[in-house]
């Protein structure tokens, strides 16, 4: 039998587990790490008017560094997992406060993930975001590794580096967004819009300053579909590429008209290295 301690039964069957004589357990002795126990009468799950009942939602409170999610299962590849909201900073007793979707899903947390100070990481398959399975956790836009997309979360919402702003006087076309200096739009700033963030990639020109010198502005096509197979990525470091104007580095021998119909490419692509540092042929485009 494998017991993992993300799903909720587990709680229930330690008892009788030590009853049995598992040499492991030992009255009121939590692991190593610590543990884990459902607390709806401390924690409120609720979103909004939502109650946490009506959201799926359970609330455990754990202790050291133990998580409700730890220990995913893979079934056939496909990551099998709770999804949980971290809920502000350790309580009076130390313990720190989660909200947990109350059935498995197709995501699994992450311990190796790279992420940013404050956010932890999932790994998940198929089109549903963690937030799609939890209502009270926040992610940054999914990274594509193979068949899973990887994602960085947290139980606080993380503030948006940029601005959807219709101001900005773009195309209908293109999507207007004002951004402090060098930053750039990404969909996961699109916010409760960004569902589909995972599956579509905003292309975004070079930046043209604002009449602020401390921000951008940015006319971004949205969405952009990557095609399979496709290998031109969004370059804003392509050398001699104005203000308004959008550059690409190709790591193979497609073009961005190729992977991007409304792009248009009237000079003949060079060959040089991509922002990154790989070798690839750069393009400064428009869109049409």
């Given at each position: 039998?494998?017991?993992?301690?993300?799903?909720?039964?587990?709680?229930?069957?330690?008892?009788?587990?030590?009853?049995?004589?598992?040499?492991?357990?030992?009255?009121?002795?939590?692991?190593?790490?610590?543990?884990?126990?459902?607390?709806?009468?401390?924690?409120?799950?609720?979103?909004?008017?939502?109650?946490?009942?009506?959201?799926?939602?359970?609330?455990?409170?754990?202790?050291?560094?133990?998580?409700?999610?730890?220990?995913?299962?893979?079934?056939?590849?496909?990551?099998?997992?709770?999804?949980?909201?971290?809920?502000?900073?350790?309580?009076?007793?130390?313990?720190?406060?989660?909200?947990?979707?109350?059935?498995?899903?197709?995501?699994?947390?992450?311990?190796?993930?790279?992420?940013?100070?404050?956010?932890?990481?999932?790994?998940?398959?198929?089109?549903?975001?963690?937030?799609?399975?939890?209502?009270?956790?926040?992610?940054?836009?999914?990274?594509r590794d193979g068949d899973l997309i990887k994602y960085c979360c947290s139980g606080s919402r993380q503030p948006a580096d940029c601005i959807?702003?219709?101001?900005?006087?773009?195309?209908?076309?293109?999507?207007?967004?004002?951004?402090?200096?060098?930053?750039?739009?990404?969909?996961?700033?699109?916010?409760?819009?960004?569902?589909?963030?995972?599956?579509?990639?905003?292309?975004?020109?070079?930046?043209?300053?604002?009449?602020?010198?401390?921000?951008?502005?940015?006319?971004?096509?949205?969405?952009?579909?990557?095609?399979?197979?496709?290998?031109?990525?969004?370059?804003?470091?392509?050398?001699?590429?104005?203000?308004?104007?959008?550059?690409?580095?190709?790591?193979?021998?497609?073009?961005?008209?190729?992977?991007?119909?409304?792009?248009?490419?009237?000079?003949?692509?060079?060959?040089?290295?991509?922002?990154?540092?790989?070798?690839?042929?750069?393009?400064?485009?428009?869109?049409?």
């Open positions: 039998m494998v017991i993992t301690k993300n799903h909720p039964p587990y709680f229930a069957m330690v008892p009788l587990l030590c009853g049995l004589g598992a040499s492991a357990c030992t009255d009121n002795q939590p692991p190593a790490n610590g543990g884990c126990v459902p607390d709806p009468a401390t924690i409120d799950c609720a979103a909004g008017d939502a109650s946490a009942e009506s959201l799926g939602l359970v609330a455990y409170s754990c202790t050291g560094t133990a998580r409700p999610d730890e220990n995913p299962i893979y079934l056939d590849g496909v990551p099998q997992g709770l999804v949980c909201a971290n809920q502000g900073g350790l309580g009076n007793d130390g313990t720190q406060p989660y909200c947990c979707s109350a059935l498995v899903t197709s995501c699994a947390y992450d311990p190796v993930a790279i992420c940013d100070p404050g956010t932890y990481g999932y790994q998940c398959r198929g089109a549903d975001r963690p937030e799609a399975l939890n209502a009270t956790v926040y992610c940054n836009q999914g990274v959807q702003s219709d101001s900005v006087g773009c195309s209908a076309a293109l999507m207007g967004w004002l951004c402090p200096a060098g930053n750039v739009p990404t969909a996961q700033d699109l916010g409760a819009n960004k569902s589909r963030a995972d599956l579509y990639y905003q292309l975004c020109p070079i930046p043209t300053p604002a009449s602020n010198p401390n921000y951008d502005t940015f006319c971004c096509y949205t969405p952009g579909l990557v095609p399979i197979g496709g290998t031109c990525l969004q370059d804003m470091a392509v050398p001699d590429c104005q203000p308004g104007r959008f550059g690409f580095a190709c790591y193979g021998p497609d073009t961005p008209e190729q992977n991007y119909p409304p792009m248009h490419c009237p000079d003949p692509g060079s060959s040089g290295v991509s922002a990154e540092g790989y070798p690839a042929t750069l393009y400064c485009c428009d869109f049409q």
